[in-house]
Every structure is written in structure tokens, then in C-alpha cells.
């Protein structure tokens, strides 16, 4: 049932993903040709800045998530009501927080950043509608995903937010193709939010009727919510910390040349959560049930085969990310857009972003959230005082070169962490491992480098020869994987060959 239900969740997840990504290659250009790079920027500073308010929701959903794994595998329905009514009450006390927090950023805002087109009006009121979505997802959604995402649905969560995106995506071209007022366009998720809203409230009420809301609340269940804070802090900053902060020290449309490099590489993070969906939450129900040396199997399976698509992924990035946003960026002349410099700093940032994560899924499934708070907290630290000092010197340079710093240590230091505490083994491989991914990364650039030049002038071009890069970079990755740890290259091929068959009876099974 774990592995059905992980593999629906990946398939799910990969679909709500792909959406995402057309949505996120194709809108910002859309904006940046119809109304700018300054409001590229005023709009993904904003999207950055309101997202820091998510922390008001203190740690809620992993607290609750982990509170759940026990009696979701036990069926105790008692005690899942009463978590999910815990959920709903402090979930209506964040949202409020949330549009509170929102509505003094919409006074202050227009202060903070430098516009030259742009009024102060305009800016108030693109805070308000942008962080009026995330106010009402807290008031009405969230208690439904705590749920689901325990009980290793996530992919109900997936097919609904793909049906939302995708109204909210067609409708938004439209009205950008029509020229409408960029309030307007930003108004438009709230219509998507509508009809999610109702899938979800429909959803609940059929597959867990005897959530009534009526059961005693257990506060012991938040203990372990400000830890939990800290994590998602520790992961989430890297990605708003950075544009917030050149927006405000350098100008909205350095703000823009970094939200399009921002916008890749949040896209390969997208992809790589694909092989995560659902994994804390399997790892989790191993936990409960104290199967441990299942436990540790997998996990190693799992770091070796994450290792392996984050060496394809970045190998393919660094040769590919330069001829991308020079085709992307075409015909935009109020600031330049290519730096390859800027691709080199991202390629390096987003391994070491990435590598942590076969740890934090454990810290998640384990629920080690104190145990990691002080690697956490200085993982932050680093961030904003390397990110305060160097942008005044060094512009998005030194914001990229703070974030490196910071997901270094962070790396480092959460796997000697986890490996003492969770899993109980030498780190001494995982190094070798993310030795290997940087030496392949290397490795498949240098053709690229010293006698290949990618000669694409239009995106039908460079998804040809980007075909040809990511086959070369695959193939690396797989020779080096396969010669330097053939046997858990054959145990991992063995167990995602599992995967197939039995998907596949699913499916047949399901026709029937």
C-alpha cells in the first residue's frame, strides 16, 4: 500500500508540476513584455516578501502531520478528529495574523522599494490581492492538506490544484493579452482558489465522514511546532531572502534578472520534489511501525537515487541555463539579462540546496525537529548577514555567494546530524557521493566548454540540442553511479523496477 500510494502520489505530483513550470516559464515573460521588468520584479518581491507571513502558521502543518502518522496507522478515528479539529482552530487564528501582517506591508511597501512607473497605489494594492490568497488557503484548506498528506494522499491535493492552476493560467493570458490593469491579473488566482475550496470541502465529506469536529483538542500535539518553524524556515529563506532583498538594496529590475534565474532553478527543484512527494510521510508510517532496518534501507536507496538525478539535472543546467535566458530574454532591452556567472553560482547553490533533503525527510518522518534547531537557526544567520553585507558590494553576486555559504553549512551539518541520530551510521559516503555529483557536474561540462558551442537562436532549437545535452549528462551520471557503486546501483534499479509492474496491475485493476 506504501508503494501504491507513493507511486500515485509522484505520477500526481509530477503533473501538478508541470503545470507549475509552463506556468512559471510562461507568465513572467508575458509580464516582462506587456508591462515590464520593473513589475517582473515589484511582482516577484511582493510574491517573496508575503510568503515570509506563511510563518505564522508556526510549524502547524509538520507539527500536525507528524501528530497524525500514529493514529492514521492505528485507524483511530477519535484521535484524528480531534488533531484535524486542532488543525481547523489554529489555522483560523494564523489566517487572521496572515491578512493582518498583509495589510500593514500594503502601507509600507510602496515605501521600501524604488519605482520608476509604478505608483504607490498600484503597489498597495498588488500586496493586497496577492497576499489575500494565502490568508484564505490558511482559513479554509489547510486543515484538509495537514490530513492528506499524513494519510499519503497527496495526490488528491495534486488533481485539484492542477484543475485550479490551469483555470487560473488560461484566464490570466487572457487578460495580460488584453492589456488589463495588473491588479486586475493578480485578482485572478482567487477564482482558482473558489473552485479548489469547494473539490476539497466536497472530497472530505465523502472519504472521512466521521470527521465531525467534535472531539476534545490536544494541545500536546503543537509541542514540537516552533522547531518545526525553524526547518521551514532553514529551506524557505533561501528562496525569498534573496529577491526581497535586491529589490530593496539594488533595483526592481536587478530584482527581475534575478526572478528569471530564480524561476530555472526553482523549476529543477520542482522536478526533483517529484521523487519526494510523500516520502516524509512513508518514512513516517516506518517509523511508527518501528520497522527500522527497512527504515535505513531505503533511505540509502533513496539518497543514492536522488544523488543521481541532481547530478543529471545540474550537469544539464550549467551547460544549458546561459543559451536559455538569452532566448528567453529576447527583444528586452531595458536591462541585461545574460550573465553566465550567475548560472555558474545557481548550478553550485542548487546542488547543495538539494542534497539535504533524503535528511530532512527524515527529520520530518522522525520528528527531529529540536534535534536540528540549532543547525537550522544558523543556517538562517548565515544567510542574512552574508546576504545584508555583500549585496552592497557585489549586487547578485554576493546574495548568490551568501546563499551558497549558508546551504554548505547546512548540508554539512544536517547529515552528521541525522546519521548520528536517525539512522545510526557513518556520513562518510553520503560525502563521497556529493564528491561525486560536483566531479560529474564538471565532467559532463567540459565538452561543452572547451569544443561545443550551443548555437540555438530560438527555444525549438534549444529543446533540440537541450535533448542531446540531458542524454549526455545522463549517460554520465549512470557510468559513474554504476562503476563506483555497482551493487546499490543494481538494489535501487531493483526496487524501482518493483515499482512498474505493480503500477501497472493497478491500473488494470482499477479499469475492472
Not at 560536483?438 to 550551443?454: A, K, M, Q
Request: charged letters at 15%.
Amino acid at each position: 500500500m506504501r508503494t501504491k500510494k507513493f507511486v500515485y502520489n509522484s505520477i500526481s505530483f509530477a503533473g501538478l508540476q508541470l503545470v507549475i513550470l509552463l506556468s512559471g516559464f510562461i507568465l513572467p515573460r508575458l509580464y516582462i513584455t506587456t508591462y515590464g521588468s520593473e513589475i517582473n520584479g515589484l511582482i516577484s518581491s511582493i510574491v517573496q516578501f508575503v510568503s515570509y507571513f506563511n510563518y505564522v502558521e508556526a510549524g502547524l502543518g509538520s507539527a500536525l502531520i507528524y501528530a497524525l502518522y500514529k493514529p492514521l496507522a492505528e485507524c483511530d478515528t477519535k484521535e484524528i478528529n480531534g488533531i484535524v479539529l486542532l488543525a481547523k482552530k489554529s489555522y483560523v487564528k494564523a489566517s487572521g495574523v496572515y491578512l493582518l501582517l498583509v495589510m500593514v506591508l500594503s502601507i509600507l511597501y510602496p515605501f521600501m522599494v524604488k519605482s520608476e512607473t509604478t505608483d504607490p497605489m498600484t503597489i498597495a494594492l498588488l500586496v493586497l490581492v496577492i497576499g489575500l490568497f494565502g490568508a484564505l488557503d490558511f482559513f479554509t484548506m489547510a486543515k484538509y492538506r495537514v490530513l492528506l498528506t499524513a494519510d499519503q494522499k497527496i495526490y488528491v491535493v495534486s488533481l485539484f490544484s492542477i484543475l485550479a492552476l490551469l483555470v487560473n493560467f488560461t484566464v490570466t493570458i487572457l487578460l495580460i493579452k488584453n492589456h488589463a490593469n495588473i491588479v486586475l491579473v493578480r485578482l485572478v488566482p482567487l477564482v482558482s482558489f473558489i473552485i479548489r475550496s469547494l473539490l476539497f470541502y466536497t472530497y472530505m465529506k465523502y472519504k472521512y465522514p466521521f470527521i465531525k469536529y467534535d472531539q476534545p483538542v490536544n494541545a500536546v500535539h503543537l509541542n514540537r511546532r516552533w522547531d518545526a518553524l525553524i526547518l521551514q524556515l532553514s529551506i524557505s529563506l533561501n528562496l525569498s531572502v534573496p529577491v526581497v532583498l535586491i529589490s530593496i538594496f539594488c533595483s526592481l529590475k536587478m530584482a527581475s534578472v534575478f526572478a528569471v534565474y530564480s524561476m530555472v532553478f526553482t523549476g529543477l527543484i520542482a522536478l526533483i520534489s517529484i521523487f519526494t512527494t510523500g516520502l516524509s510521510a512513508s518514512l513516517g508510517d516506518l517509523a511508527a511501525k518501528k520497522e527500522f532496518a527497512t527504515l535505513r534501507k531505503v533511505h540509502t536507496q533513496f539518497e543514492f537515487f536522488l544523488y543521481g538525478v541532481i547530478t543529471l539535472l545540474y550537469s544539464s543546467a550549467l551547460i544549458l541555463i546561459s543559451p536559455f535566458i538569452s532566448i528567453y530574454t529576447k527583444g528586452i532591452t531595458d536591462i541585461n539579462y545574460v550573465n553566465s556567472l550567475y548560472g555558474v553560482l545557481f548550478v553550485i547553490w542548487g546542488i547543495l540546496h538539494n542534497i539535504r533533503i533524503p535528511y530532512t525527510a527524515l527529520v520530518n518522518a522522525a520528528g527531529l525537529y529540536r534535534e536540528t534547531r540549532e543547525v537550522n537557526i544558523l543556517q538562517v544567520v548565515i544567510l542574512l548577514i552574508l546576504s545584508l553585507i555583500l549585496v552592497q558590494f557585489l549586487d547578485i553576486t554576493g546574495v548568490l555567494l551568501a546563499m551558497i555559504a549558508a546551504a554548505l553549512y547546512r548540508g554539512i551539518d544536517l547529515i552528521l546530524v541525522i546519521t548520528r541520530l536517525a539512522i545510526k551510521s557513518s556520513p562518510a559516503i553520503t560525502f563521497v557521493r556529493i564528491t561525486r555529483i560536483f566531479l560529474v557536474v564538471i565532467t559532463s561540462y567540459l565538452p561543452f566548454h572547451f569544443w561545443i558551442r550551443i548555437t540555438a537562436s530560438t527555444l525549438y532549437e534549444w529543446l533540440i540540442w537541450a535533448f542531446g545535452v540531458v542524454l549526455w549528462c545522463g549517460l554520465t551520471a549512470l557510468l559513474a553511479n554504476f562503476l563506483l557503486e555497482r551493487q546499490v546501483f543494481m538494489d535501487t534499479f531493483a526496487r524501482i523496477k518493483k515499482l512498474i509492474p505493480q503500477t501497472e496491475s493497478d491500473i488494470i485493476v482499477s479499469k475492472q
